[in-house]
């Protein structure tokens, strides 16, 4: 798990610039703020692409993958994301601590909540 994030904190840098966005503290001392509902049922295609689409995709797609991140399919999240893990690097950059949280649009902890499920209790189920 270490040497994993250790080969993300560059890539979370990078993204967290790409994006305009700022963080006062270092990717790696995000802590995890919200805890599961325990849903296990989401998806990729039917709950987590959209949130990518709407959010996501006009900074890290195939066109423009800052950061070195394409979050316009499931390959490309999977690179930032642990099934099951609620360290994966998504689930700590959306986190409301976190630099990526205020680029994700309307009701932000719903998005987060759900982000976390999928990962963590869904195990990044396609």
């Known amino acids: 798990m270490i040497r ?15 994006c305009g966005g ?5 990717p790696s001392t995000i802590t995890v703020t919200v805890t599961g509902t325990g849903v296990t049922n989401y998806t990729y295609t039917a709950d987590v692409a959209p949130i990518m689409n709407s959010d ?13 991140v394409n979050l316009s399919t499931y390959a490309g999240v999977m690179q930032v ?8 690097v998504l689930v700590r950059v959306v986190q409301p601590a976190g630099p990526m949280y205020g680029n994700l ?6 998005k987060v909540q759900l982000i976390y499920d999928w990962v963590v209790s869904s195990r990044a189920a396609q």
Do not use: Y
Not at 4 to 18: H, Q
Not at 22 to 26: C, G, I, L, M, Y
Not at 105 to 110: A, T, V, Y
């Open 56 to 68: 996501c995709v006009a900074c890290h797609s195939a066109s423009r993958h800052d950061g070195g």
């Open 81 to 88: 994301v642990t099934p099951g893990s609620d360290q994966s």
């Open 4 to 18: 994993r994030f250790l080969l993300v904190a560059p890539l979370i840098a990078a993204l967290v610039s790409a």
């Open 22 to 26: 700022s963080s006062p503290t270092s």
């Open 105 to 110: 649009s309307g009701n932000r902890n719903q």
